[in-house]
């Protein structure tokens, strides 16, 4: 978390956009698989720089998300394996894809509320 006001106050303008965007990309029916997942942790990181913890309620649906994605798409926590079988798959590979869009499809609503809820929580409209 940082300690420098500028930054988080920049970190949250940044969350408010972001926040936005997706909110039209969902209503639009334009998210892709991959970017539901990145989306997750990109308001993660955007949420503790600008003072918050991952385990807040406002983002709590997006760690949970992107705790059980973190195995695809290089994740923060990949060390050359996966959860269960310590098999990752090639980046950009048919294999990769599939886990992704199973992932999407699993996680499409909860994330779609999850980012409802959050845009109430940071006043975007």
Known sequence: MSINQPQRDAAYAELQEVVSKLQRRIANEELQPAALILACRKI?????????ESTDDAVIS????????DHVLGGSQVKGGRDGDRVRFEP???DEAIEVGEIAHYFKESFASAVVGLADHLDVR
């Open 44 to 52: 993660l990181d955007l949420w503790i720089v600008a003072g918050g």
């Open 62 to 69: 997006f760690l949970g998300i992107e705790s059980q994605s």
């Open 92 to 94: 950009t590979s048919d």
